[in-house]
Nanobody, 126 residues
Framework: VQLQACGGGLVQVGGSLRLSCEAS????????MGWFRQAPGKEREIVAA????????YYADSVKGRFTISRDNAKKTVTMQMNSLKPEDTAVYFC????????????????????WGQGTQVTVSS
C-alpha cells in the first residue's frame, strides 16, 4: 500500500490549494482516510477525515467551513480543498489510510491509521 500526496505549495493569505492523495493497493473503497498536518515544533494533528463511502466526514474546528474533504473510490483518491487559507495553516500535510477492520465511520487519531503518505508542504504567507 502506498499513498502519494501532492498539491501543496506557497500561497498568500486568503488563497486556495487543493491537496490530492492517490492510493495503491486493493480495497481502497472500503477504507477510511484522513488528512493530518504537522507544523514545526508541534505534534501531528487531524485536519479532516472521511469514511469509506464519503458520506461521513470530520473537520477540526480550526478548518471548519474552509476545508472540504472528498473521495473518489473509482480513482482511489482523496482530496482536500482548502480555501481562505491562513498563516496558521502552514504545515506539512499528510494523507493517511486505515486498512484494519473498521466501523462505517471516520477516524481522528494518529494511531487509528496504518499507512501514511510522504507529506506535502503548505506555506501560507501573510
Amino acid at each position: 500500500v502506498q499513498l502519494q500526496a501532492c498539491g501543496g505549495g506557497l500561497v498568500q493569505v486568503g488563497g486556495s490549494l487543493r491537496l490530492s492523495c492517490e492510493a495503491s493497493g486493493r480495497a481502497f473503497s472500503s477504507t477510511a482516510m484522513g488528512w493530518f498536518r504537522q507544523a514545526p515544533g508541534k505534534e501531528r494533528e487531524i485536519v479532516a477525515a472521511i469514511n469509506w463511502n464519503g458520506r461521513s466526514t470530520y473537520y477540526a474546528d480550526s478548518v471548519k467551513g474552509r476545508f472540504t474533504i472528498s473521495r473518489d473510490n473509482a480513482k482511489k483518491t482523496v482530496t482536500m480543498q482548502m480555501n481562505s487559507l491562513k498563516p496558521e495553516d502552514t504545515a506539512v500535510y499528510f494523507c493517511a489510510r486505515r486498512v484494519r477492520t473498521s466501523t462505517a465511520g471516520y477516524y481522528t487519531r494518529n494511531e487509528d491509521y496504518d499507512y501514511w503518505g510522504q507529506g506535502t508542504q503548505v506555506t501560507v504567507s501573510s
